[in-house]
C-alpha cells in the first residue's frame, strides 16, 4: 500500500518531443506528490511537486498532471531537450509523514538531439 | 548558501565491518533523512531526526541506526556490513521536515562491501 509505481523505466525521445512518464499510488493518504531530476553523481533535485486538490501544475516547460480518483499522476516534459537527460523519480508523502517519502522506481530518460 | 554535504564520498569496508557516515545539512535546516539508492530497489527511506529526534523510520534491520548532534549535523551507521549493504547512501535536509517542506539532497556516499 506504501507503494508508488513509476513507467517507464527508461525513455527515449527527440530533441523537440514531449517526455511522459507516469507515477500510480495505492494510499489515499498521500497528499503531496513531488517529482525529482538526478542526473549521474548527484543527488535527487526537486522539479515540480503537487497536492491532490489542484488537478495539474505547471512550471515552465515541466506539467504534473493529476487525477485523484485514479490514483494516478504523471510529469510532462514540453520541448525536451538533451539538457534533460537523467534520471526522474515521482514520489509520494502524507501529512504528518515528517519526511518518510515514497519513491517511484525512476525513469531513465534520454533525450537525443 | 552551501548546499547538503555528505563524507565521505567514496567507501570500501569488508562483511562484517561496521560504517559510519556524516551529513552536514543546509543552514538552518533542523530535518535530516537519510536515504538508501539501489539500482534494485530504488530510493528506500532510512529515517529522519529533527532537533536531535528519530521521528520516522523505514523498514531497515536494526544494524543500520543514526543520529543528530544539537547542530542538526547527522550521522549513519550501519554494523555488521553485508554485501547487499553495498549502495548509494543519500542524505536530505529541510527546515521542518513537514510533507511539503522541499527537501535537499547531498551527492551521497558510495559504499562498496567486499
Known amino acids: 500500500q506504501q507503494q508508488v509505481k513509476q513507467s517507464p523505466q527508461s525513455l527515449i525521445v527527440q530533441k523537440g518531443g514531449i517526455s511522459i512518464i507516469n507515477c500510480a499510488y495505492e494510499?489515499?493518504?498521500?497528499?503531496?506528490f513531488p517529482w525529482y531530476q538526478q542526473f549521474p553523481g548527484k543527488g535527487p533535485a526537486l522539479l515540480i511537486a503537487?497536492?491532490?486538490?489542484?488537478s495539474e501544475k505547471k512550471e515552465g516547460r515541466f506539467t504534473i498532471s493529476f487525477n485523484k480518483s485514479a490514483k494516478q499522476f504523471s510529469l510532462h516534459i514540453m520541448d525536451s531537450q538533451p539538457g534533460d537527460s537523467a534520471t526522474y523519480f515521482c514520489?509520494?508523502?502524507?501529512?504528518?509523514?515528517?519526511?518518510?517519502?515514497?519513491f517511484g522506481t525512476g525513469t531513465k530518460l534520454q533525450v537525443i538531439p | 548558501k552551501a548546499g547538503v554535504t555528505q563524507t565521505p564520498r567514496y567507501l570500501i569496508k569488508t562483511r562484517g565491518q561496521q560504517v559510519t557516515l556524516s551529513c552536514s545539512p543546509i543552514?538552518?535546516?533542523?530535518?535530516v533523512s537519510w536515504y538508501q539508492q539501489t539500482p534494485g530497489q530504488g530510493l528506500q527511506f532510512l529515517f529522519e531526526?529533527?532537533?536531535?529526534?528519530?521521528?520516522n523510520k523505514g523498514n531497515f534491520p536494526g544494524r543500520f541506526s543514526g543520529r543528530q548532534f544539537s547542530n542538526s549535523r547527522s550521522e549513519m551507521n550501519v554494523s555488521t556490513l553485508e554485501l547487499g549493504d553495498s549502495a548509494l547512501y543519500l542524505c536530505?535536509?529541510?527546515?521542518?521536515?513537514?510533507?511539503?517542506?522541499?527537501?535537499?539532497f547531498g551527492p551521497g556516499t558510495r559504499l562498496t562491501v567486499l
Open positions: 536530505a535536509s529541510s527546515y521542518t521536515g513537514g510533507a511539503g517542506d522541499t527537501q535537499y
Open positions: 494510499n489515499t493518504a498521500f497528499d503531496y
Open positions: 543552514s538552518g535546516h533542523r530535518s
Open positions: 514520489a509520494a508523502s502524507m501529512r504528518g509523514g515528517y519526511q518518510k517519502v515514497t
Open positions: 531526526y529533527f532537533s536531535e529526534t528519530q521521528r
Open positions: 503537487i497536492r491532490p486538490d489542484v
